[in-house]
């Protein structure tokens, strides 16, 4: 029984673990696309400033 609640206590961590790492990598992604529109944007003002 000990066994098992320290697999469970295991389990219980690694769980955490990806959710942290996945909502990690999400605002990661999140972050990169407005820094890719802002670029975007940046450009298409100056082309048609031009």
Request: net charge positive; charged share 60%; hydrophobic share 30%.
């Amino acid at each position: 029984i000990e066994r098992e609640r320290e697999r469970e206590r295991e389990r219980e961590k690694d769980r955490i673990a990806v959710e942290r790492a996945t909502k990690e990598a999400r605002e990661r992604a999140a972050i990169e696309a407005r820094e890719k529109a802002q670029r975007a944007a940046v450009e298409r003002a100056t082309k048609e400033a031009t």
